[in-house]
């Protein structure tokens, strides 16, 4: 019920934009909503950021603070991730989130590859 969008393959130092939308006319106007990404050959997701649905609070892993961003356009009902200053420690696939009082939604990924 989320689709993930913008992910590619970018030289290292370069950014890409991660959107994040949902489907099937869905809503997640009351729900934190969050990026994650899971590295080649890493079982768990590992949290890069999130934002809050209600005062628009952001939290940010140490590996991507100062250089990812997290927003979100409650008009458009969309989530955005911009990745500055990318390295290759960032490839991974990118999942969005939502979630609220314990209920969680995913995507299903889009890849960024990122090349030294």
């Known amino acids: 019920q989320l689709v993930e969008s913008g992910g590619g393959l970018v030289e290292s130092g370069g950014s890409l934009r991660l959107s994040c939308t949902p489907s099937g006319g869905r809503t997640f106007d009351n729900y934190e909503r969050a990026w994650f990404r899971r590295a080649p050959g890493k079982v768990e997701r590992e949290f890069v950021a999130s934002i809050n649905w209600d005062d628009d609070d952001t939290f940010y892993a140490s590996s991507v603070k100062g250089r990812f961003t997290i927003s979100r356009d409650n008009a458009k009902n969309t989530v955005y991730l911009q990745m500055d200053g990318l390295k290759p420690d960032d490839t991974a696939v990118y999942y969005c989130?939502?979630?609220?009082?314990?209920?969680?939604?995913w995507g299903r990924g889009t890849q960024v590859t990122v090349s030294s």
């Open positions: 989130n939502a979630n609220r009082g314990g209920t969680t939604f």
